[in-house]
């Protein structure tokens, strides 16, 4: 069976959040994701997408990943996010089926109205972010789930 590929369009772009969620290295290609809209979550540093008409989400897409990295993408993403499969836009015009984390509809009211951006995120977020992952969600750790 073919894995499908990984579209990330929130923190999961930087190498390292991959790499600590999972505890493995990939490199990834620019992507598209056309008729999303993406806005941060309140209160925190991290964003959701939703459908949108006439939007799109710029992102990275990742190949390659283990059953077991992608367990650990489940256990990370939490009970807000669904994975779903989507047509995502490659840089050379080609259209790729891939897997992304999308805020469940039913948890939509968690977004705010502002609009995420991922270079603001390792400018002003990352740190936040990082110490959120390690103090917040131990318990990932504790269960072993990462």
Not at 5 to 22: D, E, H
Not at 60 to 67: A, E, I, N, Q, R
Not at 73 to 80: I, P, T, V
Not at 87 to 111: H, M, N, R, T
Request: glycine share 6%; proline share 2%; charged share 30%.
């Amino acid at each position: 069976m073919e894995k499908i590929a990984l579209f990330c369009y929130g923190t999961l772009q930087s190498s390292l959040v991959m790499k600590a969620v999972t505890g493995q290295e990939f490199s990834g290609q620019e992507a598209t994701l056309n008729n999303w809209a993406r806005f941060r979550v309140r209160d925190s540093e991290y964003p959701g997408i939703i459908p949108q008409q006439d939007s799109l989400v710029s992102g990275k897409l990742y190949w390659g990943l283990s059953d077991e990295a992608m367990k650990k993408l489940d256990a990370f993403e939490g009970d807000k996010y669904e994975r779903v499969i989507v047509q995502v836009a490659k840089a050379d015009g080609s259209y790729e089926d891939a897997y992304v984390y999308a805020i469940k509809e039913d948890c939509q009211q968690f977004l705010s109205k502002d609009p995420w951006d991922f270079d603001r995120f390792m400018q002003n977020g990352l740190e936040k972010f990082i110490h959120w992952f390690v103090e917040d969600r131990r318990d990932l750790f504790d269960r072993g789930d990462l």
